[in-house]
């Protein structure tokens, strides 16, 4: 049709005053655009933590002596454990069954002696798995410390066959395994997925739901510079959001910036524009503002999910790697990680780039098919 | 004699899903009238209007406004429109002066501020001017969506229902702005639901059920129906419509205030019908010539909405 030719910047401008107008009327948008960057940095950054220390644990002494003591210590000093006291086995299966203690650590009788003797005995550890994650951490110091503790005392021919081996996890990239390096480079993807969609998803459901698209369409404005002129703010709104995100991380996480920032920026572009045109094609589809959020969270779900933002992408079955390639928030993770914690160029992060250019294509050509010129 | 025509368009089909909601409307309204549309809740006049702005693609039919095709040269005709909804359709978080600044800026109008600010003086809002839209009464809602249809001077208003919901006095005021714009040259078609309104329009049009049942002047659609009336005036009247509706000859039986009106088309069955009923009631009935209001609802009682929603 023609009417994609006339393109009238003065048009354009109209549109985009009246749309930072209502924005600025609508505080309680506004307040969310600020404050769900900062709440959900702070909330992910200090009170999420998928490394817990501090477990409380018990300790099940039916065989004292120096071994155990010296092992329950080094249990402490590693920072994952906080003995709680020392109980007996019948006390064991009632703290944890209660929540009370996430490990109960039991020395069997003849521990000591067959420990002397070389003869590995049983070191039985009960641990609370509910949450598997957070015990990940726990349970994989217990075995360093069961070399550690008992080798060097012992005499020559007591020491476990075969010799114990030098364990040694090197973490790269987060060396002091900081979850804060993880997460604020996620959150910057999820908070931009959450806010992009849903607001350019709600504007034009806004407008027809509100009556106002009817006067909208009977005045000459063509569709792309309608279209045009409520994204711009957003786009806006969501650099705006990302500079947030990385100046708190700077100064509260000390997370640094090891490649180049206009890159990243570039980067957070493509990405808004990617969420932005699935919006657009939502409140495109949806007729009301209900439906358009619904169609968000249909969608924003398995972003978090499936993304890498929440559980390693990896672990994921083949299926749902699938799944998650599809998604751009996958694809930006890996971006924003790399720039951020790697220092990743262009060329590196390119099997990253081309998925959300197809996925913003594919989605831009549904989009275009169904935005209605007309009230029809 | 006749003015140029403004709208001339015939055979205009307009169907949603398995719904036809304009049957083959032919309609000419000529340049400078105001043109009444009226019908019931349903009959598809709102449609029709969306039709002629091009807010909606007809089926089949074709015609111009403003001399401008409607299906194909829509995108030049909204400028030299100004279309009024039915439901206020400005926007509520928008101050009185944005949203009369947002519309100008739509059509382009040529020096923008002199044209918002001397929109806002002859409101009488200049002192509002930064009242949020949404706060606003009925009647003022009513006359600055009016206002905003007029900001870019269009030769042609289409106004769907504009009084509906605002007070006597607002609607007085209105009508006579109306007139008043129609005496410099603008057409208007009004869509509406009053008799008042309608008798103040110089042409009408009666749809029903999406087809153009009669159009013409008010005293063209009366005699075209060929009714003849009777008033019936006295105590006890309640409960006599029903009875008479049965009658052979009575076509429309309905109170009007504190009479009754019964007509038909066959005079002489109805007078025989109406006096063997009244006989030893101590009612009076006379003869009179047919309101518009008769002629309207002998229309409305002749067809049956047949979506029974609120699709004007």
Request: with cysteine; aromatic share 8%; charged share 15%.
């Amino acid at each position: 049709m023609g009417r994609f030719s006339t393109f009238s910047a003065a048009r354009w401008l109209g549109i985009l005053i009246k749309e930072f107008l209502q924005l600025k009327r609508d505080r309680l948008t506004f307040g969310m655009i600020v404050g769900i960057p900062i709440i959900q940095l702070l909330l992910f950054g200090f009170a999420i933590n998928s490394d817990p220390r501090n477990l409380p644990t018990a300790v099940v002494m039916a065989d004292p002596g120096p071994f155990a003591r010296s092992y329950v210590a080094a249990m402490e000093n590693s920072s994952y454990f906080s003995i709680v006291g020392s109980i007996d086995a019948r006390q064991a299966d009632e703290l944890l069954d209660e929540g009370k203690v996430k490990f109960v650590v039991t020395f069997a009788p003849g521990f000591h002696r067959d420990l002397a003797r070389g003869i590995s005995p049983a070191l039985l550890v009960e641990a609370d798995a509910t949450d598997p994650m957070a015990m990940g951490g726990a349970i994989s110091v217990l075995n360093q410390l069961g070399l550690q503790v008992f080798a060097p005392d012992l005499p020559g021919f007591a020491r476990p066959h075969p010799p114990p081996v030098d364990l040694r996890i090197h973490r790269r990239y987060n060396p002091e395994g900081l979850t804060a390096y993880n997460v604020v480079p996620g959150l910057m993807g999820v908070i931009l997925t959450m806010t992009m969609v849903l607001m350019t998803g709600l504007a034009m459901t806004r407008e027809r739901e509100r009556g106002t698209f009817e006067n909208l369409l009977s005045t000459p404005a063509t569709p792309l510079e309608v279209l045009t002129g409520k994204i711009i703010p957003y786009i806006i709104i969501g650099l705006l959001q990302v500079t947030l995100i990385l100046t708190a991380s700077r100064w509260i996480f000390d997370i640094p910036v090891l490649g180049s920032l206009p890159l990243l920026y570039g980067m957070v572009l493509l990405f808004i524009c990617a969420n932005l045109t699935l919006g657009i094609t939502f409140s495109s589809i949806a007729r009301n503002q209900l439906q358009s959020m619904q169609m968000t969270f249909f969608f924003f779900l398995p972003s978090i999910l499936l993304s890498g933002f929440m559980f390693p992408f990896q672990a994921m079955p083949g299926w749902a790697q699938a799944i998650g390639n599809i998604l751009p928030l996958t694809h930006f993770l890996a971006i924003a990680r790399g720039i951020l914690l790697k220092g990743s160029g262009l060329a590196l992060l390119w099997p990253h780039v081309w998925p959300i250019l197809l996925f913003t294509g594919a989605v831009l050509a549904i989009g275009s098919k169904t935005y209605r010129r007309t009230l029809d | 004699m006749d003015a140029p025509l403004a709208i001339d368009v015939s055979g205009l089909n307009k169907h949603f899903g398995d719904k036809h909601v304009v049957k083959n409307l032919a309609l000419q309204v000529r340049e400078g009238e105001i043109f009444g549309f009226l019908g019931p809740n349903g009959s598809g006049k709102t449609t029709s209007i969306r039709l002629l702005c091009g807010l909606l693609t007809p089926d089949s039919g074709r015609g111009t406004c403003l001399g401008l095709d409607v299906v194909k040269d829509s995108a030049r005709i909204k400028p030299q429109v100004g279309y009024m909804t039915q439901r206020f359709s400005l926007w509520d978080d928008l101050s009185i002066e944005e949203n009369l600044d947002f519309i100008a800026r739509m059509f382009g109008v040529a020096d923008r501020r002199r044209a918002v600010t001397r929109t806002l003086e002859e409101l009488g809002l200049a002192s509002r001017r930064r009242q949020l839209a949404g706060t606003l009464s009925g009647g003022w809602k009513q006359r600055l969506a009016l206002a905003s249809c007029l900001l870019h001077r269009p030769r042609l208003l289409l106004l769907d229902e504009p009084t509906a919901g605002v007070d006597p006095k607002a609607r007085r005021d209105f009508w006579e702005e109306i007139h008043h714009l129609s005496a410099s040259g603008i057409t208007v078609l009004v869509s509406t639901h009053y008799m008042d309104e309608a008798e103040r329009c110089h042409r009408l049009a009666y749809l029903s059920c999406g087809q153009l049942l009669a159009s013409g002047t008010a005293e063209e659609i009366v005699s075209s129906l060929r009714l003849n009336t009777w008033e019936i005036s006295g105590h006890k009247l309640h409960g006599l419509t029903s009875i008479l509706r049965q009658l052979p000859g009575v076509e429309m039986a309905a109170s009007f205030g504190t009479a009754l009106h019964a007509s038909g088309r066959d005079a002489a069955l109805l007078q025989t019908s109406l006096e063997r009923a009244l006989a030893g009631r101590s009612l009076h009935m006379q003869p009179i010539p047919p309101s518009l209001e008769d002629a309207f609802i002998h229309l409305m009682q002749g067809s049956q909405d047949p979506y029974g929603g609120n699709r004007h």
